[in-house]
């Protein structure tokens, strides 16, 4: 099943479209998809080294304008396309605990370190617009964050990408369903903490 789609990421890294189709799957992972556009990108990257930074930097700002429509959606939507993502996510609690988090002076290093890590960054986002986080460093910080993110696998990828390839290739199944229980554990993590 996943060689199927992996090889399939890999032959439309080849399109034409298909850094805008990583844009968009960049922008709305951050206000209300799913999935994080490493699935797309790291398969990208791959076929495309000699392009890894130009990826990354398309991931990051399409990762930027999506949590800007996710800051809007808590600042603006909450009562009626935020509380439909956060229900959808079971997030409703969580939801108070980051708006209180966000009124404290931790607001910041919220944003920084999970903007770095597998938990949904909707939450992030719809949460720093719930709490009316200062705007223009709410974006300064998702770009550093996200930037970081994106632009360390790309790095990574353009100078170990050879045997990067050759080990997800041999071990492609199983790096998929770590890469899927990363999204899970994501998603428990902000339910339990």
């Known amino acids: 099943m996943f060689r199927r789609l992996y090889d399939w990421v890999l032959r439309m890294a080849e399109h034409r479209h298909a850094i805008w189709l990583l844009g968009l799957v960049s922008f709305v992972e951050s206000s209300f998809f799913p999935i994080p556009p490493d699935a797309m990108l790291i398969p990208m990257i791959i076929a495309r080294r000699e392009r890894a930074f130009r990826i990354a930097l398309v991931c990051t700002v399409a990762s930027v ?45 919220i944003i920084l370190l999970k903007g770095l890590t597998p938990i949904p960054f909707k939450l992030v986002t719809i949460a720093s617009g719930a709490a009316s986080f200062n705007f223009p460093l709410f974006v300064l910080l998702c770009a550093i964050t996200r930037g970081a993110r994106f632009f360390i ?13 050759e080990f997800i290739e041999k071990r492609l199944d199983l790096l998929a369903w770590a890469f899927l229980g990363l999204i899970v554990l994501g998603f428990v993590a902000v339910a339990l903490f």
């Open 65 to 109: 304008l999506g949590a800007m429509l996710g800051y809007y959606i808590g600042y603006g939507l909450m009562q009626t396309v935020g509380q439909w993502i956060v229900h959808t996510y079971h997030l409703e609690a969580k939801l108070q605990e980051a708006i209180h988090a966000y009124q404290s002076e931790y607001g910041t290093w």
């Open 153 to 165: 696998v790309a790095a990574l990828l353009k100078r170990f990408g050879a045997p990067v390839q």
